[in-house]
């Protein structure tokens, strides 16, 4: 490592990589710090499996066009307009071409993954999964001469009047130094791993998250640019969060912690009671509401509960159900209220109208008579062995970030870009997405705004 | 849960694969694992043989260790298939040859060639051994030719009965295909997909051997070691018709088929088995079946032995060195036809199988 930079990266994802490489093929200098061990490089990157990209035309791996305005209008309804439009679209315009350019940089595409066929037209998945994608830019990025250190964790940065100018590194052997570079790109992700910080918001609820990603994404390059200065975007109380299996491990489960049966049976609480319809829409688009409402709950804990006629509607799973012959039996193991449990169920199932099941569609399955109700695809829970999958709050990201504009340059609190600070990724999604979210965008705004950030910051560093 | 240690760790990773299917795009073992949801022995066994250990799954995978999942498919799967070579071997008394297989190798290889060399000079006078031979019928001077074909056509047929009811155990085991039955397209397509190694490729972008980076060329030096074989086996079958048909008795000057063949396939059994040893020396332990090192080691050097000493029977065959060579090639041989049933060689007849019933899958499926 050098003395000092064209391009300083913190971060070692997505938008880091497509940072660095870019500023790299820019002819800058580049070093990039990635605070957690080489194995665990990459941050949310790694769990990652596809990039949702406008293209006019169907391609070799997606089935049709998904055009500039289609993607538009879907952004749109999952933020409900909480986005910035020129930002947005400029981000859209961008991704037909980050189809291509993320090729060039060595990602391989394929088509999408078994059980996945609703994203055949839109998203395009890396073959291998995330971490292939990460280890084939970090190949480019080496090959083409970029420095990259891990375990390198920086512990404050120097900013003059929204000017950076050096940052403070801590390493377990080297110990501490200082790096100047002449352009920042900040790509260190949101603090989705930091329960202290999570709890300003949650309060001891926040203790029984589980994090699906690594206990890196702590957010201390996010803390340390707000609080010197730049302006905030996104709101800080939000974060993505789905139920995943309370059996989990408390941090980096990934995506085989996911539960897609939810619509196949009910949801009930410590108590036993139903809190919400499980047959409110086609899953894809209601995944993503059940971490909110199983935080909500007491104890941040549910319990999905059918029986053995629907096993194998849905992926098999990492953790296999919990069984019981009786609805007693099971509660026994759940550690529920036998009595509470049976009644909630009987309940369930004398309400249950009789309908045309069919799970791709918004079918006439629904109950009657009981609240919450269950809108589509109720059926009765009377097939032994009786079967459940506990589930808790998995946050996959959070949306406070630094403002940018579209140069994917830091705006400072006063409304003035910085002179050489740019932000990626996670960082700076809050600019895009309000709120919500559609499978790939967070790769999207990776790749797009780090394509532009390391340009943009090599321009800067070599003027 | 299932017989072995082995197996329960690699039903337990393919609950963990199946629940991702990230890897999906990088080979058979995926799509097939895909079409199940629970695990017999004979469906992990099938697709441990499936495995081309080309790697790629353990460096893309974001659970391998140290992640606590732990999932390390090459390794587990690599462990399986050798532990499915001594369950399935016939007859069973013999599969405990798997167990210390390179001491195994080794020694019926020296015994093999030290029982053609101690034969050769008992049946020979010392002047015929150490003689200078040429012209046709050469080697016979020192083993008559119906001696030697009787001798070998025997060891040939044992290897083969011994293979065909290994695999006939290994195809029942693994049960009929999930939906399909065997036809000659299956069996069509995985000649295809075994001669070309399409699944030792890392989904294209190539193979990992001893880091995260895909240059590894085991690919270029099985392919050297399996035709080189291919060659000779060709060399030796085109020298028995000219032998029976035309009357026409080795040695053959250079320029004629058999010699042509057994050179171009000699030469690849020199260099092929050289690479796949050196690649297995670099190779990351993590990946690595250590326990059956001396397996595939001995595999590798019986090929190695009988290309070298082929090649250096063709260059010294008008000298007097031609007897003893003469008496270690065939010695070579001998051993590695004997052992082929209970050595690394039974892992392209498993894999051929498990190729067969994938294509059965696959055609089914679509």
């Known amino acids: 490592m050098g003395s000092k930079y064209d391009v300083l990266v913190i971060g070692g994802g997505n938008a880091a990589l497509c940072a660095a490489i870019s500023a790299r093929r820019g002819g800058a200098s580049v070093l990039v710090l990635e605070g957690a061990p080489k194995f665990y490089r990459g941050g949310n990157t790694r769990h990652t499996r596809n990039m949702r990209c406008a293209h006019d035309a169907a391609t070799e791996i997606l089935t049709g066009p998904y055009t500039e305005e289609e993607f538009w209008e879907d952004l ?45 037209r839109t998203n395009s998945f890396f073959l291998g999964g995330g971490r292939a994608m990460l ?83 702590r957010g201390s390059i996010l803390k340390m640019l707000l609080d010197k200065g730049v302006q905030e975007v996104g709101d800080p109380t939000q974060c993505h969060a789905v139920a995943i299996d309370a059996r989990a491990p408390k941090f980096d489960g990934g995506i085989i912690t996911r539960h897609d049966s939810v619509v196949f049976g009910i949801v009930v609480n410590r108590h036993s009671q139903r809190f919400y319809d499980e047959g409110e829409d086609i899953w894809p688009k209601r995944y993503a509401i059940w971490g909110r409402l199983v935080a909500a709950q007491p104890d941040q804990i549910a319990y999905i509960i059918f029986d053995s006629t629907v096993v194998t509607s849905f992926m098999p799973t990492l953790f ?47 109950t009657e008579g009981i609240t919450p109700p269950k809108t589509h695809w109720a059926r009765r829970i ?8 506990p589930v808790r709050p998995g946050i996959t990201f959070t949306y406070l970030g630094t403002r940018v504009n579209k140069e994917a340059r830091m705006l400072m609190a006063d409304g003035k870009p910085s002179a050489n600070m740019f932000a990626a990724g996670e960082i700076m999604a809050g600019n895009v997405l309000g709120k919500g979210y559609a499978a790939g965008m967070g790769m999207t705004i990776g790749s797009v705004f780090g394509r532009i950030a390391g340009r943009e910051a090599a321009k800067h560093a070599r003027n | ?90 007859p069973q008394a013999l599969s405990g040859a798997f167990a210390r297989n390179g001491l195994v190798i080794s020694m019926v290889a020296a015994l093999s060639m030290a029982a053609f060399i101690l034969g050769f000079a008992a049946l020979n006078e010392r002047g015929v051994l150490f003689g200078v ?87 270029l030096f099985h392919h050297l070691t399996f035709y080189g074989f291919v060659l000779c086996f060709a060399a030796t079958s085109v020298a028995t018709l000219y032998h029976y048909l035309l009357g026409r008795e080795a040695p053959y000057p250079w320029w004629d088929l058999p010699v042509l063949l057994g050179t171009l396939g000699g030469i690849g059994l020199v260099i092929g088995p050289v690479g796949l040893f050196a690649a297995k020396m670099r190779r990351d332990p993590a990946l690595l079946d250590e326990q059956r090192y001396g397996m595939d080691v001995g595999f590798n050097a019986m090929l190695l032995l009988t290309g070298l000493t082929g090649m250096l029977l063709l260059v010294l065959r008008e000298t007097g060195a031609m007897g003893p060579l003469l008496a270690l090639h065939l010695g070579a041989v001998f051993a590695l036809f004997i052992t082929m049933p209970y050595g690394k060689f039974v892992h392209g007849i498993y894999r ?15």
């Open chain 1, 76 to 120: 749109l309804r999952v933020t409900g307009g909480q986005t910035d439009e020129v930002l947005a679209r400029h981000m859209i315009r961008e991704s037909k071409d980050i189809l291509n350019w993320i090729v060039e940089q060595g990602v391989r595409w394929q088509p999408s993954l078994g059980g996945t066929l609703s994203l055949g």
């Open chain 1, 135 to 217: 280890n084939a830019l970090y190949l480019t990025a080496e090959r083409l001469g970029v420095d990259v250190a891990y375990d390198a964790e920086v512990t404050d940065l120097a900013i003059e009047d929204g000017m950076f100018l050096a940052a403070r590194l801590k390493r377990p052997i080297n110990g501490e130094t200082e790096i100047r570079a002449t352009s920042l790109v900040a790509a260190a992700g949101g603090f989705e791993a930091n329960i202290e910080w999570l709890k300003q918001y949650w309060g001891e609820a926040a203790d029984n998250f589980l994090i699906r990603g690594t206990p890196y994404n």
């Open chain 1, 320 to 366: 296999a159900p919990i069984a019981g012959q009786t609805i007693a039996e099971l509660a026994g193991k759940l550690e529920l209220d036998p009595a509470a449990l049976e009644k909630t169920i009987t309940e369930f199932n004398a309400a249950v109208r009789h309908g045309t099941f069919d799970h791709t569609i918004l079918d006439d399955c629904v």
């Open chain 1, 382 to 389: 009377e097939t032994p062995p009786y079967l459940a999958y």
């Open chain 2, 1 to 90: 849960m299932h017989g072995t240690r082995t197996l329960d760790e690699a039903d337990r990773l393919m609950t963990v694969c199946n629940s991702c299917r990230y890897c999906e795009g990088l080979c058979a073992v995926f799509p097939a694992m895909e079409m199940r949801r629970a695990f017999s022995d004979g469906d992990l066994n099938y697709l441990a043989n499936l495995c081309h250990a080309c790697g790629a799954c353990y460096v893309d995978c974001q659970f391998s260790p140290p992640h606590e999942f732990n999932v390390n498919v090459p390794k587990t799967l690599a462990v399986a298939r050798a532990e499915s070579y001594a369950a399935y071997a016939w």
């Open chain 2, 133 to 219: 031979h040429t012209g046709p019928g050469a080697f016979y001077k020192l083993m008559p030719h119906n001696a030697m074909a009787a001798l070998f056509g025997a060891a040939f047929l044992y290897a083969v009965l011994a293979l065909v009811m290994s695999v006939r155990a290994f195809w029942r085991d693994i049960g009929p295909p999930i939906g399909g039955r065997a036809d000659g397209g299956s069996i069509f397509q995985a000649m295809r997909d075994a001669g070309e190694l399409r699944y030792l490729h890392g989904g294209g972008v190539g193979c990992y051997n001893e880091d995260d980076k895909p240059t590894d060329r085991r690919k």
């Open chain 2, 352 to 366: 051929f199988a498990a190729l067969v019933r994938y294509a059965q899958e696959r055609r089914t499926a679509a």
